[in-house]
C-alpha cells in the first residue's frame, strides 16, 4: 500500500433513555463524533465523545482531527502501532481524538487483514469477562426499581458520590443477588471513603472505583489503599501509560479507557503493564455507540474486569455489530472491531 488515508468526520447527536447522573453532574443527550478512515476500499471507524471533565467538545475534536486531513492523505499507510506515534506528535493535548483515529486504524488494519482487532495482537478471545451494566445516582428507591429492571445481569454497578451511598446500595443488594461494583467518581474524601469500605463490605460489593479526586495526592490514596476494606481501582487516576507505574501501592488495580490514553495502541500496552506489576485490569468506556465500546472490548481478552455498557445508556444505538446482552459481549460480524454506523452496514 502506497497511498494515503481519507478521513471521514460524522458528528452525532444521541439521547439517552434517561439522564445519566454522576458526582459530577447529569446528561441526557451524548455528542459524538463518528471517524471513519479510509483506505481505497476499506474504512475504519473510531468514536471520539464531548466530555466535559477532560475538556473536549465535538468543534475542539472536529479542528482537531481536521488540521491532520492534509497530513493523513500525504503519509504511506502503515501498521497502527506505527502510525500512532506519529499522531500523538500531532495531537498530543486532545487524547479523545487520538483515541478514534487510532482506534480506526486498528479496525482498518484488522479488515484489510481479514482477522479480528485483539488478534492483531496475538490474543484469543477466550473466557473473556462479563460487562457489568450501570445504574446512575437517584433516589435508593428507583435505583432499586432499576437493579429489578436489570434482572438477569450478573453484575450491577452503582454510581455513587450523592447523598444516600449506602441507602442506595443497601436497596440494590434488596433487590439482586448479582455482584456489586460501585464508582464514587471523585466525590469522597480518604475518611469518607475507608468508613464506607467497610460498611460496603458487609453488604457484598466487590470493589470500589475512584473514590478520591484525581488530585487527591499519594498520601490520601495510600491511606484509603492500606485501610480500605475493599479493593480499590483507579479511573481519573490512571490515564496514560506513565501512570500505571504511579498506581503502584496506591490502588489494588486500574480502568483503562481509550479516549483517555489516547487508544488500543497505548491501551493494549497499559494492561500488559498492569499485570507485570500486579495490578487487577479493567476496561471501560465513555457514553458512546457501539464502535467506540466494541473498539474498547478489544481489550477483553487481557482483561479482568469489563464495564463495557456506554451503548446500553442510549435510546437508539446508530450502529450495528455489536451486542451486549446480560453481561455477555458477542463480536458480530466478523473482522475489525465488528461494529460500524447503519449507514455503513
Given amino acids: 500500500m502506497s497511498d494515503g488515508y481519507e478521513l471521514e468526520l460524522t458528528p452525532r447527536r444521541m439521547p439517552l433513555s434517561r439522564p445519566f447522573t454522576i458526582s459530577r453532574g447529569s446528561i441526557d443527550i451524548q455528542e459524538s463524533l463518528l471517524v471513519g478512515l479510509r483506505h481505497r476500499e476499506h474504512v475504519g471507524y473510531g468514536e471520539a465523545t464531548r466530555h466535559v471533565y477532560y475538556g473536549h467538545s465535538i468543534e475542539s475534536l472536529t479542528r482537531s482531527l481536521e488540521a491532520i486531513r492534509p497530513w493523513l492523505r500525504s ?3 502503515q501498521e497502527p502501532e506505527e502510525l500512532w506515534p506519529q499522531l500523538q506528535q500531532k495531537l498530543s493535548d486532545d487524547s479523545f481524538a ?15 487483514a481479514g482477522t479480528n482487532c485483539f488478534e492483531r495482537w496475538g490474543s484469543r478471545w477466550c473466557d473473556v469477562p462479563l460487562s457489568s451494566v450501570t445504574i446512575p445516582i437517584d433516589s435508593p428507591e428507583r435505583i432499586a426499581q432499576e437493579a429489578r429492571e436489570y434482572a438477569g445481569w450478573p453484575i450491577i454497578k452503582i454510581k455513587l458520590g450523592g447523598p444516600d451511598d449506602l441507602e442506595a446500595v443497601r436497596a440494590v443488594r434488596n433487590a439482586t443477588d448479582a455482584i456489586i461494583r ?20 458487609k453488604l457484598g460489593v466487590e470493589f470500589i472505583e475512584q473514590p478520591l479526586p484525581a488530585n487527591a495526592g499519594f498520601e490520601a490514596d495510600r491511606f484509603v489503599y492500606q485501610h480500605s476494606k475493599l ?15 504511579l498506581c503502584q501501592s496506591r490502588f489494588h488495580g486500574v480502568n483503562i479507557k481509550l479516549s483517555k490514553c489516547g487508544g488500543l495502541t497505548p491501551a493494549v500496552r497499559m494492561a500488559r503493564a498492569a499485570r507485570e506489576v500486579g495490578l487487577s485490569t479493567m476496561v471501560g468506556c465513555m457514553i458512546e455507540s457501539s464502535v467506540g465500546v466494541a473498539s474498547a472490548a478489544q481489550l477483553l481478552p487481557l482483561i479482568d474486569y469489563a464495564d463495557l455498557d456506554g ?17 455477555l459481549v458477542t463480536l458480530e460480524h466478523p473482522g475489525g472491531h ?8
Fill in 182 to 201: 460501585v464508582d464514587a467518581n471523585c466525590g469522597w474524601d480518604p475518611k469518607q471513603a475507608v468508613e464506607l469500605s467497610a460498611e460496603l463490605a
Fill in 338 to 345: 465488528s461494529a460500524a454506523p447503519r449507514f455503513a452496514a
Fill in 75 to 77: 503519509i504511506a499507510t
Fill in 98 to 112: 487520538l483515541s478514534a483515529i487510532d482506534s480506526a486504524a486498528h479496525d482498518l488494519a484488522a479488515k484489510i
Fill in 231 to 245: 479493593p480499590v481501582i483507579a479511573d481519573e487516576s490512571c490515564v496514560r501509560e506513565a501512570d500505571v507505574g
Fill in 311 to 327: 451503548h446500553v445508556l442510549l435510546s437508539d444505538d446508530p450502529t450495528t455489530g455489536f451486542s451486549l446482552k446480560l453481561g
